[in-house]
């Protein structure tokens, strides 16, 4: 089972700011089938990116996402005020296709 | 539009058995996994398990004793059963669209949740 890992926990940041979101995976992933969602209250979550840097549908292109094997990032490069949420990675290249714990981003 | 729409018990007893249904309207149902994610209140995300037309499944080995994942490709449904509930089962249960028959593919579709709470 692939364990991914989230840092930082919680980010305080200001609107206009630049996010810098990490996820690392205990093993490598592979094809780079590594995901990002963001989830607010009382929502599903949504996709933002697959691929690792592949954005989906719809989503802006403030979000982007890097890396490959065991090193990922999701980088916001302008916060607005709706981007205030928790964001979560998840691999889904292999069974159990595994989440990381989160990370919260919140107005400082 | 790929929509799906779940329901089932919120409120259950310690040892009982949970079972939620998730229809899929749009879309083609047998080209996709179909995915239940849970997510315990105030925590991450958890996922459970998955199912494709044909009833292959795959399963979180924390889970694998307990879970079974069923599906009714008549009606474009699966459903999701976990046994001997306690409360560490509470959580908001999520079904989503999962990998592509072909290709691996992230959780692109989502239904609206449904809270589940274990309480004597």
């Known amino acids: 089972e692939i364990v991914l890992t989230q840092s930082p926990g919680t980010l305080s940041l200001s609107p206009g700011e630049r996010a810098t979101l990490s996820c690392r995976a205990s093993?490598?992933?592979?094809?780079?089938?590594l995901a990002w969602y963001q989830q607010k209250p009382g929502q599903a979550p949504r996709l933002l990116i697959y691929?690792?840097?592949n954005r989906a549908t719809g989503i802006p292109d403030r979000f982007s996402g890097s890396g490959s094997g065991t090193d990922f990032t999701l980088t916001i490069s302008r916060l607005e005020p709706e981007d205030f949420a928790i964001y979560y990675c998840?691999?889904?290249?292999?069974?159990?296709?595994?989440f990381g714990q989160g990370t919260k981003v919140e107005i400082k | 539009q790929v929509q799906l729409q779940q329901w089932g018990a919120g409120l259950l007893k310690p040892s009982e058995t949970l079972f939620l249904t998730c229809a899929v309207y749009?879309?083609?149902?047998?080209?996709?996994?179909w995915t239940w994610i849970r997510q315990p209140p105030g925590k991450g995300l958890e996922w459970i398990g998955e199912?494709?037309?044909?009833?292959?499944?795959n399963y979180s080995p924390s889970l694998k004793s307990r879970v079974t994942i069923s599906v009714d490709t008549s009606k474009n449904q699966f459903s999701l059963k976990l046994s001997s509930v306690t409360a560490a089962d509470t959580a908001v249960y999520y079904c989503?669209?999962?990998?592509?028959?072909?290709?691996?593919?992230?959780?692109?579709?989502w239904g609206r949740g449904t809270l589940v709470t274990v309480s004597s």
């Open positions: 989503a669209r999962g990998p592509h028959k072909g290709a691996q593919q992230p959780l692109t579709y």
């Open positions: 749009g879309g083609s149902f047998s080209d996709y996994y």
């Open positions: 199912i494709n037309h044909s009833g292959n499944t």
């Open positions: 093993q490598s992933v592979s094809s780079s089938y």
């Open positions: 691929g690792a840097s």
């Open positions: 998840q691999q889904y290249g292999s069974s159990p296709r595994t």
